[in-house]
């Protein structure tokens, strides 16, 4: 029976898994790290990867509207005037005047800031002064104004300044959108709750254009769609809520924002956002680069400066989505254990392959063989088939129900008796073991893995 342990320990338990079981580091850790900095190891590339294609996959490649793109993370300096980052892309900071720790204002607890109160310390916290979250840099060998650049904050930007592009070479017809997937960065005041609020993180974007009179079926249409996102990953359901934001905390961009809530260890909060961004875009780096950046409709012989619908989609914070949902303490057979119960979709080893004793050359020999079999059916985009001999064969059921690989393979003497003959299929999240004729393998797990 699943006994979910208490919500702090989650993080905490979770953390120290992703992190033995490589999944997740520390960023420059050997260095004592740096704050808001985390690196993904092979595993957690892997989960990240699946979580990718898959979005990849309903929105780009199963769609005839959509069009992939992958702009440079440095832009020039007036995309980034034009777009109002840098006059306002800011969060409210204060200063304690004893310990000098910085506070985002607005996440401070409304007691304390209204007594303008240190959280740490108890100090007296200095004036609100807007910090800017924007990463400045020089691009080349000048450092003055004119070289000035920015890590991006958002990867929309990249495709609104590809929008002529778009239409010139593709000719696409209204409505279409762009689709991008890449590194953010955010020199975010406080960082907090392991992935979730990191300086450097990617997103999954899409700029989706219409002639303003149909924006609200398209917004609507996008609601269901990143619900059913949500799926493809293996989120449960009802934990993922929609969160109507009211109009007077709106971004300066935006007539209408849902903002997809989840219910991670740590509290409801942002998963993902869907904005109805207007003309806003497209209107300002037509003014500021002189480029025309309007749509001419065929049929209704009309030009006009499509409005742009916005899902905007967190990649790590969906890492963590699917991670608290998937991590699980039970009990089997007798013993407690901690594993993740993660969709065969995003899991990033679909199937391990074992011998039951790693001496018996007939044994290693089969499995071996049958390793190279399953994993030209099943290893993808990062995600493999493992074959694994360390440890007794609990041992490793016990590891590759950690890092979620929904079902293990073994090879034993009755496997190696006669062409034809089974191997035990064993189900991560019940530990029933199955009995499966060789020749019925693949089919068995490609049915199980929902392929
Ligand atoms: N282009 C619109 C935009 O960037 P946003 O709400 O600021 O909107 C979109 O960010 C998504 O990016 C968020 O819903 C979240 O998933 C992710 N995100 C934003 N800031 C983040 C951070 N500091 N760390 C991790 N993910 C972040």
Same mark, same amino acid.
């Given at each position: 029976m699943s006994n979910k342990p208490t919500q702090p320990d989650v993080m905490e338990n979770l953390s120290s898994l992703l992190k033995r079981r490589g999944f997740i580091f520390q960023g420059s850790e050997i260095y004592g790290g740096l704050a808001g900095t985390w690196d993904y190891g092979p595993l957690g590339v892997a989960l990240k990867n699946n979580i990718k294609t898959l979005w990849w996959k309903r929105f780009?490649?199963?769609?005839?509207?959509m069009y992939g793109m992958d702009a440079a993370i440095l832009m020039n300096q007036n995309v980034w005037k034009a777009s109002g980052h840098v006059g306002g892309f800011a969060d409210p900071l204060v200063e304690c005047a004893k310990c000098k720790r910085r506070f985002r204002a607005d996440q401070l607890e409304a007691t304390l800031r209204d007594k303008k109160?240190? !959280? %740490?310390?108890g100090g007296k916290l200095g004036e609100e002064r807007q910090f800017n979250m924007m990463f400045q840099t020089n691009v080349g060998a000048t450092q003055d104004e004119s070289s000035v650049s920015y890590?991006? !904050? %958002?990867?929309a930007q990249g495709m609104f300044v590809n929008f002529k592009n778009v239409l010139d070479t593709m000719h696409p017809k209204l409505p279409f959108g762009m689709a991008q997937i890449g590194k953010a960065f955010r020199n975010e005041i406080s960082p907090r709750d392991f992935i979730f609020r990191t300086r450097e993180f990617e997103q999954m974007e899409i700029e989706y254009f219409v002639d303003p009179a149909n924006w609200e079926e398209t917004f609507n249409h996008f609601v269901k769609e990143v619900h059913a996102y949500t799926q493809d990953v293996g989120l449960?359901?009802?934990?993922v809520h929609e969160h109507e934001i009211a109009p007077g905390d709106l971004a300066h961009y935006s007539k209408r924002t849902i903002d997809f809530e989840f219910d991670y260890p740590f509290g409801k909060t942002e998963l993902y956002g869907l904005a109805y961004r207007t003309d806003f875009d497209l209107k300002a780096h037509s003014t500021a680069s002189g480029t025309d950046l309007s749509y001419y409709d065929e049929e209704k012989k009309v030009r006009f400066v499509p409005h742009c619908i916005e899902p905007s989609f967190g990649v790590d914070r969906t890492v963590l989505a699917v991670l608290t949902s998937a991590y699980t303490q039970d009990e089997l057979g007798g013993e407690k254990r901690e594993y993740l119960k993660l969709s065969p979709a995003v899991a990033p080893i679909k199937v391990a392959v074992f011998p039951l004793?790693?001496?018996?050359d007939a044994l290693t020999a089969k499995a071996k063989e049958l390793h190279q079999v399953l994993r030209k059916e099943f290893a993808k985009n990062g995600s493999t088939v493992e074959y694994d001999t360390t440890g007794s064969i609990g041992k490793r059921y016990r590891k590759q129900d950690e890092i979620g690989t929904p079902f293990c393979v073994t090879v034993d003497f009755a496997t190696i008796e006669k062409d034809g003959s089974p191997v035990t299929v064993r189900d991560r999240d019940t530990g029933a073991q199955e009995s499966v004729k060789l020749d019925d393998l693949v089919s068995y797990l490609a049915q199980k893995l929902g392929r």
């Amino acid at each position: 029976m699943s006994n979910k342990p208490t919500q702090p320990d989650v993080m905490e338990n979770l953390s120290s898994l992703l992190k033995r079981r490589g999944f997740i580091f520390q960023g420059s850790e050997i260095y004592g790290g740096l704050a808001g900095t985390w690196d993904y190891g092979p595993l957690g590339v892997a989960l990240k990867n699946n979580i990718k294609t898959l979005w990849w996959k309903r929105f780009v490649d199963d769609r005839d509207d959509m069009y992939g793109m992958d702009a440079a993370i440095l832009m020039n300096q007036n995309v980034w005037k034009a777009s109002g980052h840098v006059g306002g892309f800011a969060d409210p900071l204060v200063e304690c005047a004893k310990c000098k720790r910085r506070f985002r204002a607005d996440q401070l607890e409304a007691t304390l800031r209204d007594k303008k109160e240190c !959280p %740490e310390c108890g100090g007296k916290l200095g004036e609100e002064r807007q910090f800017n979250m924007m990463f400045q840099t020089n691009v080349g060998a000048t450092q003055d104004e004119s070289s000035v650049s920015y890590l991006r !904050p %958002e990867t929309a930007q990249g495709m609104f300044v590809n929008f002529k592009n778009v239409l010139d070479t593709m000719h696409p017809k209204l409505p279409f959108g762009m689709a991008q997937i890449g590194k953010a960065f955010r020199n975010e005041i406080s960082p907090r709750d392991f992935i979730f609020r990191t300086r450097e993180f990617e997103q999954m974007e899409i700029e989706y254009f219409v002639d303003p009179a149909n924006w609200e079926e398209t917004f609507n249409h996008f609601v269901k769609e990143v619900h059913a996102y949500t799926q493809d990953v293996g989120l449960p359901q009802d934990k993922v809520h929609e969160h109507e934001i009211a109009p007077g905390d709106l971004a300066h961009y935006s007539k209408r924002t849902i903002d997809f809530e989840f219910d991670y260890p740590f509290g409801k909060t942002e998963l993902y956002g869907l904005a109805y961004r207007t003309d806003f875009d497209l209107k300002a780096h037509s003014t500021a680069s002189g480029t025309d950046l309007s749509y001419y409709d065929e049929e209704k012989k009309v030009r006009f400066v499509p409005h742009c619908i916005e899902p905007s989609f967190g990649v790590d914070r969906t890492v963590l989505a699917v991670l608290t949902s998937a991590y699980t303490q039970d009990e089997l057979g007798g013993e407690k254990r901690e594993y993740l119960k993660l969709s065969p979709a995003v899991a990033p080893i679909k199937v391990a392959v074992f011998p039951l004793l790693k001496n018996k050359d007939a044994l290693t020999a089969k499995a071996k063989e049958l390793h190279q079999v399953l994993r030209k059916e099943f290893a993808k985009n990062g995600s493999t088939v493992e074959y694994d001999t360390t440890g007794s064969i609990g041992k490793r059921y016990r590891k590759q129900d950690e890092i979620g690989t929904p079902f293990c393979v073994t090879v034993d003497f009755a496997t190696i008796e006669k062409d034809g003959s089974p191997v035990t299929v064993r189900d991560r999240d019940t530990g029933a073991q199955e009995s499966v004729k060789l020749d019925d393998l693949v089919s068995y797990l490609a049915q199980k893995l929902g392929r």
